[in-house]
Antibody, heavy 121, light 110 residues
Framework: QVQLQQWGAGLLKPSETLSLTCAVY????????WTWIRQPPGKGLEWIGE???????NYSPSLKSRVTMSADMSKKQVSLKLNSVTAADTAVYYC???????????????WGKGTTVTVSS | QSVLTQAPSASGTPGQRVTISCFGS????????VNWYQQVPGTAPKLLIY???QRPSGVPDRFSGSKSGTSASLAISGLQSEDEADYYC???????????FGGGTMLTVL
């Protein structure tokens, strides 16, 4: 039973860098893409991007200039960094496992519980 | 404002069949496979339908997905109180070169 455990700082000031980590337990790390999604309070889901074990990544065009994802196969962990945060980046951040034949087919079949990140001065 | 359009709300009574629609375009729904997620408030989303109409193991066959042209639909038959949740469609968009979600439909079981 694959489980994703995620953690990171929950309270940031404007202009700081958001940093989250997601660890994979009970399953394979390679052969999948690992996706980050966020959900602002009371709003819908927003795709941030995805990365595989080799470091190949796809980022949301709207966040690409501020996002960096990395993967550590030895630890079975992926990380998300989002710099220059503002109040608009306040959200619950989820990591999820993505599976599919190509990136156009990916679906997220295992999700972490989410990490609440608040940006406030 | 999402490139995928969903009605913000839907409702039904126990036992009824309800359909939730997702409207897109030729660069997303027409070209790529659609997935549906169920999110009970306060919890993480759960995969409900993938590849337009496939159910993951453990998802009841009361849930079904379909697609035609630039729109996709999620049907729930034999509605139950536990189906009360938010439902999101998601698909890759070739023009945006990224994955997009619909705005979500909040389903109320009356």
């Amino acid at each position: 039973q694959v489980q994703l455990q995620q953690w990171g700082a929950g309270l940031l000031k404007p202009s700081e860098t958001l940093s989250l980590t997601c660890a994979v337990y009970g399953g394979s790390f390679s052969g999948y893409f690992w996706t980050w999604i966020r959900q602002p309070p009371g709003k819908g889901l927003e795709w941030i991007g995805e990365i595989n074990h080799g470091g190949s990544a796809n980022y949301s065009p709207s966040l690409k200039s501020r996002v960096t994802m990395s993967a550590d196969m030895s630890k079975k962990q992926v990380s998300l960094k989002l710099n220059s945060v503002t109040a608009a980046d306040t959200a619950v951040y989820y990591c999820a496992r993505s599976e599919g034949a190509t990136k156009r087919d990916y679906y997220m079949d295992v999700w972490g519980k989410g990490t609440t990140v608040t940006v406030s001065s | 404002q999402s490139v995928l359009t969903q009605a913000p709300s839907a409702s039904g009574t126990p036992g009824q069949r309800v359909t939730i629609s997702c409207f897109g375009s030729s660069s997303n729904i027409r070209s790529n496979t659609v997935n549906w997620y169920q999110q009970v408030p306060g919890t993480a989303p759960k995969l409900l339908i993938y590849s337009d109409n496939q159910r993951p193991s453990g998802v009841p066959d009361r849930f079904s997905g379909s697609k035609s042209g630039t729109s996709a639909s999620l049907a729930i038959s034999g509605l139950q109180s536990e189906d009360e949740a938010d439902y999101y469609c998601a698909v890759w968009d070739d023009s945006l070169n990224g994955r997009v979600f619909g705005g979500g439909t909040m389903l109320t079981v009356l």
